[in-house]
């Protein structure tokens, strides 16, 4: 995205980068460094019922509290609402699929159902968006947050290029040995489903305590 922006293919205000957490948004808008628009799911549903209060039956004032009294929402809400008024008024989805053509969602496999509604809602299936993710990194199972959104999406977006990334840069070439022992045996006690790719080494020096860390990895792991 932020190449296509610099040079001139596509225009950074028609551009939407969410991602899970405001931490990860500020960082992302230091390294892009362009009048491109990033949000948390939370931010970009937040910023929809200001512009359209009116719509979701808000006063402009509204605000998001853990405790929802008269005109406050809570951060469930943000989501479900902004969902709610889009689904029921065909103008205003036109009007954000305009605004915001290109999409890219970062951590595609923790999202929710009403975040991947949201993401429906804002790109078609003929729609220009990248998702980023692992299935095999899913955490926010707690949330409600599903995999399968992950892995419904080259249905949902018959026309998307897959791409995977092997080549690790992070870790050391010991933990990468080990990761992929775990994957193969992963692969063979799931023999109808699609095989997990193997992973890449970079050949970063490898450090005595991470020799601990797998251990006790393979342990934990060994025992379920």
Request: aromatic share 10%.
């Amino acid at each position: 995205m932020a190449r296509m922006i610099s040079e001139n293919i596509i225009p950074a205000e028609n551009c939407l980068a969410i991602t899970f957490t405001r931490r990860a948004a500020e960082e992302m808008q230091s390294r892009l460094k362009c009048n491109i628009n990033i949000h948390t799911f939370h931010s970009l549903c937040f910023s929809i019922l200001k512009e359209n209060f009116e719509v979701a039956g808000l006063k402009s004032d509204f605000n998001v509290s853990v405790e929802p009294k008269d005109n406050e929402l809570s951060f469930d809400d943000l989501i479900a609402v902004t969902v709610k008024i889009l689904n029921e008024n065909s103008n205003l989805v036109k009007s954000y699929r305009e605004k915001f053509k290109y999409i890219s969602v970062d951590e595609y496999q923790d999202i929710d159902e009403k975040q991947y509604e949201l993401i429906r809602l804002l790109s078609p299936a003929n729609g220009y968006i990248c998702a980023i993710g692992d299935p095999n990194q899913a955490i926010y199972g707690f949330r409600g947050g599903d995999s399968k959104f992950f892995k419904s999406f080259a249905s949902d977006y018959p026309e998307a290029e897959i791409i995977s990334l092997k080549n690790n840069y992070r870790s050391t070439g010991t933990i990468v040995t080990a990761s992929n022992q775990i994957i193969i045996s992963q692969n063979k006690q799931k023999s109808t489903a699609k095989p997990l790719y193997l992973i890449n080494s970079a050949g970063i020096a490898y450090h005595q305590n991470e020799v601990l860390y797998i251990i006790i990895a393979k342990r934990n792991a060994a025992c379920g």
